[in-house]
């Protein structure tokens, strides 16, 4: 709030007439404040008296007036805006310099990586396509050294589908040719071809120019890519001398076609990596490329920019960023100088790749820097706003204060941290208004005493009053009950208002229920005073049966236990002989069984020796066999023994070279003599095994006529041991009946004894309980007496 030099000198004579005991230093408090407040104006453009405590001194002011001044907006501006405005310049321009040079340097590395990786990329394609070169050249010298094609005399042995299984050997075990031809240009045949999609004749190779140079240089070459003439496809042609070992004279071509397809397999440069490979001729004709509509044209119809720059770092190389077709791509050439030197071949390898998508990183970190940034820059706003307001307000929360104080709010306070001069302003200004404030509370505080005393006094007047009330009622309540406490359960106290009354009240009630609980319990004691008298006779008789009940059982349980111990004897005797007529019975099935087992042994030993009886037979038909075999070996080893003869013979001729051959036809005559000797001893026990075997047969015939014999007096037997196990289990079946009933009979004399001493157990605890009884009930008696007597002293009836 700003205010003149007068209005400040009016408003401090004001305060100082209200608080005359601290004049002097409020006067001086407000007048800081109204200087603090008179700052924040433009400064006038003359001087004006230093001294505010004097009212007669003049603000000199421009001739214009005042409202048509024309006032900078930074003088216009508050504190707090200006302290924001000033602190976000110096947070944010920094953040936004370094920000701004970080990316700089950055994206120069990032460029120089990117390019660096290009290169690598060009340079690793270009090593594979050298290795893959120099295996075609390594291969093709491979297959033209192959002894099928170079040794005359295997050549001359092997059959041309012999020599064509060697050339499709090494297609499948490479995987990478598609058709390997061998032909003679002596007279233009065909020495050998895998079966692959070759369908020329020999000329077609002797002619061409691979062919031309094969014979004109007598050494491998590889040649352009072109196209296949069988195929249509771009393939690579590698051709080699074939020579023989013997006169060292080139006579034949042998060559191998390659897909230029491999390459790209080769290279794996797919949409994946984002990135496509352009392989030139010697001719500037594009072979193989990941680009299928770029494949035979000339580079200067693809890349016209890119053509022109190969010419001027043919030796080099280079990697650029150049615009071709409408799209920025940076382009990296490297020729292949290794393959020219090697085998001729001028060839060159392009890489390209979009800015767009090379340079992703560097927008990438554009990006990353710009919000990063921003974001810093925000941070650093939103900081600065809240310093700038933490810092302007306390100053602007005095002229707050300052003007509600001024306006009659004493109660307004300003929060006072720290010791600096806008905590000293603060805490002057509390102090100021705890002045003023003191005096109106210290008014407030004596009226509010004098109240308080007159309030005090009536209410100690009215609580006198009661307590005289109440005195009179409880010793009126007293008079009423006191004949309560002499045993008069009928005297009861009169009903009033007020806490006496309810206190009445409870007490009438309490008096009754004791009275009713009294009553019952002197018809209570007076029932079981009867009760005793009447039943005291009458279990004393039923102790004294119980006794005599329990001599009479005890006689008769003895009794039961001798005829339980006569009957046990007999139940034994009769188990016993249950036991020998069921060992009998188990003796008769037993050899029953024994008997069933022997004739069906004796039925098994029937048949099996007429089976053996068949056997013997066979074996004797065998026996005759093996003689006409042994004959038939016989007359064979005598034709060995003759050829090893004959084979001497010839031998002996043939000289020193037959002398190894003499040798065998001298160990087969050996052979074929031991042979012989040994189906003569065949022969012999043949014989012996046909003499052994009738003999055998004869013996089998008579056992089998015993075995009958022996069949008919087992089964006499078992009809005999049938009969014998008939009576046996007659007399068990009896026995066991006996057994059961002696049993049955010992279980009921066992069960009536456990009967019989249940019953005595239950007497004698009868007769106990009785006596028990009849000591309680005695207890008893005494007690109700005492009861009733105690119970007489209470006055529960209205006099008569």
Do not use: C
């Amino acid at each position: 709030m700003t205010q003149t030099p007068s209005e400040a000198d009016s408003q401090n004579s004001t305060n100082s007439h209200s608080l005359s005991t601290n004049g002097t230093q409020l006067d001086s408090q407000k007048f800081n404040i109204q200087e603090l407040a008179t700052d924040s104006l433009p400064p006038p453009k003359q001087t004006t008296n230093t001294k505010a405590t004097q009212p007669s001194s003049k603000i000199s002011t421009p001739s214009l007036p005042i409202q048509k001044q024309k006032i900078p907006w930074w003088s216009l501006a508050s504190l707090r805006n200006k302290a924001t405005i000033v602190a976000l310049t110096i947070g944010t321009v920094p953040v936004v310099l370094v920000g701004a040079a970080s990316y700089l340097v950055a994206s120069g590395g990032i460029k120089e990586q990117i390019i660096q990786n290009e290169q690598t990329n060009a340079q690793d394609l270009a090593d594979k396509l050298d290795l893959f070169v120099q295996q075609r050249y390594n291969d093709i010298v491979q297959i033209s050294r192959h002894d099928a094609f170079t040794n005359s005399k295997l050549r001359e042995a092997l059959t041309k589908e012999e020599k064509d299984e060697v050339l499709d050997n090494f297609e499948k075990t490479s995987q990478v040719y598609n058709t390997i031809v061998a032909v003679d240009f002596r007279d233009t045949t065909v020495i050998a071809e895998s079966s692959g999609t070759w369908s020329g004749k020999p000329t077609s190779i002797i002619t061409r120019d691979y062919g031309v140079q094969v014979q004109e240089t007598d050494q491998p070459v590889i040649v352009d890519p072109r196209a296949s003439v069988s195929t249509g496809a771009f393939s690579l042609f590698a051709a080699a001398p074939i020579k023989d070992k013997l006169t060292g004279q080139t006579f034949g071509i042998v060559r191998a076609r390659t897909p230029m397809t491999l390459v790209n397999e080769l290279f794996g440069v797919d949409a994946e990596r984002e990135q496509a490979f352009y392989l030139i001729d010697s001719e500037g004709q594009i072979t193989a490329s990941s680009d299928p509509e770029a494949l035979r044209q000339q580079i200067e119809e693809v890349f016209p920019k890119v053509a022109a720059q190969i010419p001027q770092m043919a030796e080099e190389g280079f990697t650029k960023i150049m615009t071709e077709n409408g799209e920025r791509q940076i382009f990296t050439y490297l020729p292949k100088q290794d393959i020219f030197k090697r085998y001729g071949l001028n060839w060159g390898l392009i890489l390209a790749r979009p800015t767009e998508i090379a340079f992703a990183p560097q927008r990438q970190l554009l990006v990353t820097v710009l919000v990063g940034t921003i974001a810093f820059v925000v941070l650093v706003a939103v900081l600065t706003i809240i310093i700038a307001r933490l810092a302007t307000q306390p100053i602007v929360a005095a002229a707050d204060a300052v003007e509600k104080i001024g306006q009659g709010g004493l109660d307004t306070r300003l929060a006072v941290q720290g010791q600096d001069e806008i905590a000293q302003l603060g805490s002057n200004i509390n102090l100021m208004a705890d002045q003023i404030q003191n005096l109106l509370v210290e008014q407030q505080e004596a009226a509010q005493q004098q109240m308080a005393a007159q309030a005090k006094a009536e209410l100690a007047q009215q609580e006198m009053q009661r307590s005289e009330s109440l005195q009179r009622e409880l010793f009126q309540l007293f008079e009423q009950i006191e004949g309560a406490s002499q045993g008069n359960l009928m005297v009861r106290a009169d009903l009033t208002a007020g806490e006496v009354g309810i206190i009445a009240d409870v007490f009438n009630s309490i008096v009754e229920s004791l009275r009713k609980i009294v009553i019952q319990v002197k018809q209570a004691t007076t029932q079981v005073n009867n009760s005793i008298g009447e039943n005291q006779g009458a279990i004393r008789d039923l102790a004294d049966e119980a006794l005599a009940q329990v001599e009479e059982i005890t006689s008769t349980l003895n009794s039961v236990e001798q005829m339980s111990l006569s009957i046990q004897e007999v139940a034994d005797s009769a188990q016993q002989a249950a036991e020998v007529a069921r060992s009998a019975s188990t003796t008769a099935q037993a050899g029953g069984v024994a008997m069933d087992r022997t004739v069906d042994s004796i039925l098994n030993l029937r048949s099996t020796v007429a089976e053996t009886a068949k056997k013997v037979k066979q074996l004797g038909e065998s026996s005759q066999e093996i003689s006409q075999v042994v004959s038939l070996i016989n007359d064979i080893a005598l034709k060995t023994n003759l050829l090893a003869v004959n084979a001497s013979i010839e031998a002996a001729h043939a000289g020193e070279q037959g002398k190894g051959f003499a040798v065998v036809a001298e160990e087969v005559g050996a052979l074929a003599e031991q042979s012989a000797a040994a189906t003569k001893e065949i022969e012999q026990i043949v014989k012996n095994l046909q003499v052994g075997t009738k003999e055998v047969v004869e013996a089998m015939e008579l056992g089998t006529t015993q075995v009958v014999e022996g069949t008919h007096l087992v089964k006499e037997t078992k009809q005999s041991l049938e009969q014998i196990l008939g009576v046996s289990q007659e007399i068990d079946q009896l026995l066991q009946s006996i057994s059961k009933a002696t049993v049955s009979q010992t279980q009921t004399s066992q069960t009536v004894t456990d009967l019989m001493k249940q019953i005595t157990k239950a007497s004698e605890r009868a007769s106990k309980s009785s006596r028990q009884v009849d000591g309680t009930l005695r207890e008893t008696a005494e007690v109700a007496q005492k009861l009733q007597i105690a119970v007489g002293q209470f006055q529960v009836d209205t006099p008569a």
